[in-house]
């Protein structure tokens, strides 16, 4: 099983704001249910709890939520106690990649451990305020794939795609 996490980082590293996402980004969002679809998604349970109410569970994608909180419940979402239980869920469901989809703290926890084998990393061009920050990813990645995607009135910012690989 490959298990990727899928992210947009700002050029200084900033990837939240306040519990949201400092930018709206059309169709960088477009991108992330793309490939996102179909799949087992984990989130650690603030990201969970940033996406609005009416958007959550994920449609199309299995989503599973970490958090430490025993008593958690979120109808919809399968409760997972630690990213490697996460993973082991969808080991054992037999998927053959997962997608690690924030924030900061599991992104940290999943590179710092050497879990994660790729990356579909929009880097956005900009360098804005912000209280989540993405993590080092270490050493080994070779980037397979990129796309520019122009600033437009739809986007504040230009953004390009990648896929990083161990
Ligand atoms: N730019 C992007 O692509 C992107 C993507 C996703 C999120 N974000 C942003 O990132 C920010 C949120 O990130 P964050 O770092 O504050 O929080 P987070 O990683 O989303 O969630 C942290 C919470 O997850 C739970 N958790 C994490 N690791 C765990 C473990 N090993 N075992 C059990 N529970 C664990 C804990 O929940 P409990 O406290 O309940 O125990 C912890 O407080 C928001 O601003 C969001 O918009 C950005």
């Not at 899928?6 to 704001?17: D, L, P, Q, T």
């Not at 360098?127 to 920050?133: A, I, L």
């Not at 270490?138 to 910012?157: I, L, Q």
């Amino acid at each position: 099983m490959i298990i990727s996490a899928i992210a947009a980082v700002a050029e200084n590293g900033v990837i939240g704001k306040d519990g949201k996402l400092p930018w709206n980004l059309p169709d960088d969002m477009k991108f992330f249910q793309r490939t996102t679809l179909n799949h087992y998604v984990i989130s650690g349970r603030k990201s969970y709890e940033s996406i609005p109410p009416r958007f959550r569970p994920l449609p199309g994608r299995t989503n599973v939520v970490v958090t430490h909180d025993k008593h958690y419940d979120s109808p919809g979402a399968i409760i997972c106690h630690s990213l490697k239980e996460a993973v082991e869920l969808a080991r054992k469901a037999d998927v053959k990649e997962v997608f690690l989809i924030g924030g900061g703290q599991l992104y940290k926890e999943a590179f710092d451990a050497g879990l994660v084998d790729r990356f579909y990393r929009t880097t956005v061009h900009a360098k804005p305020d912000g209280d989540t920050f993405f993590p080092e990813i270490g050493e080994g990645w070779k980037e397979v794939w990129s796309e520019k995607h122009k600033a437009d009135e739809r986007h504040p910012y230009a953004f390009t795609f990648a896929v990083l690989q161990k």
